[in-house]
């Protein structure tokens, strides 16, 4: 295993370092460097990692179960049910009103934008 050392101004690095550009007609012969950095309590002083990876394509070896069809149809249908309730103005203010109510509750939403997905999740759930 390789072991990254960091020079004494660079406290930490974290991210791709290089990208595969995967429009070129060499994406296949290009390395990607990608480097962690955990900051976690433990025993050991190595918590930086260094990867090396190709340009792989990843296909699926099963077809997509029926329950996982149907968490995608659920996702694309409240994500446009919440597109376009953030947009209706028949709906803005009394959302509000409704979202600051419940925020400061236990179990409320922190977020304009969570409960929103809250809201209609649970009508999707009722019409389905």
């Not at 072991?3 to 991210?15: F, L, M, N, Q, R």
């Not at 996982?68 to 959302?95: G, K, P, W």
Request: proline residues 3%.
């Amino acid at each position: 295993m390789a072991k990254v050392e960091y020079a004494d101004a660079i406290k930490t690095v974290s991210g791709a370092l290089t990208k595969i550009n995967k429009k070129s007609p060499h994406a296949a012969d290009q390395k990607m460097v990608l480097a962690t950095h955990r900051v976690a309590p433990t025993t050991s002083p190595d918590c930086s990692r260094l990867y090396i990876r190709g340009l792989s394509a990843v296909s699926r070896s099963t077809q997509p179960t029926s329950k996982e069809l149907a968490v995608r149809a659920r996702f694309a249908a409240v994500r446009a049910m919440v597109a376009e309730r953030a947009d209706d103005l028949q709906h803005i203010s009394s959302d509000q009103a409704a979202f600051i109510a419940q925020k400061d509750t236990a179990g409320g939403k922190k977020t304009m934008r969570a409960y929103l997905w809250a809201i209609c999740g649970a009508e999707y759930d009722a019409q389905h």
